[in-house]
């Protein structure tokens, strides 16, 4: 088959269509657009870098493997995503650290800054978490699981899955907005 328009030019079901009949190279140009989002989301829920960058490259691996489910709904990227916080969930269900992943009580976090243009650093807010706080928001918002699936996932009940999202998102929010000064405050009132 001659190919008239660069790989780069291509969509995401074509080139996963491509790579389920046996496309390398096509599979690769999938590897080179989404890994930098799949890594991101492993750091994201907690994983340090070297175990990110083995668990994203196990997800793909996998992804290779079953490209033919790959349906375009939503992106590739979020279907690999969700494919490595398994394998991360997998990995940490074995790790003595998190065996118990019930919050042990608010813990007193630096206040995030943000640069002088007013931009803020999503990492640094979310190492602010607890890290069951931290990783239930990450499975949620990040890899796109469901509460329940969260719940299945974690050995959790629902009420605390949500419980963690809810007081993490709520951290979240305190931490990335600006802070208001008293001056501030009274410029609106007045």
Not at 42 to 65: H, K, N, S, V
């Amino acid at each position: 088959m001659i190919r008239t328009q660069p790989l780069s030019a291509m969509h995401d079901v074509e080139l996963a269509a491509l790579s389920a009949a046996g496309g390398r190279r096509e599979y690769g140009e999938l590897v080179r657009r989404h890994s930098p989002f799949v890594r991101a989301l492993l750091r994201r829920m907690g994983a340090q870098y070297a175990l990110a960058d083995d668990l994203a490259q196990d997800a793909f691996m996998r992804a290779y493997e079953k490209c033919m489910d790959f349906r375009g709904q939503g992106s590739f990227g979020s279907w690999v995503g969700r494919i490595a916080a398994r394998l991360y969930l997998r990995q940490i269900r074995h790790d003595a650290r998190y065996a118990d992943l019930e919050l042990l009580g608010d813990e007193d976090w630096q206040s995030l800054e943000m640069d002088p243009i007013g931009r803020f650093d999503l990492d640094k807010a979310l190492n602010a978490l607890s890290d069951s706080e931290r990783l239930c928001v990450s499975l949620c918002h990040g890899a796109g699981l469901t509460h329940e699936e969260i719940g299945k996932s974690l050995n959790l009940p629902l009420g605390t899955v949500k419980s963690h999202v809810k007081r993490g998102l709520q951290k979240l929010r305190g931490h990335l907005l600006p802070v208001q000064t008293a001056e501030t405050r009274l410029d609106r009132v007045g």
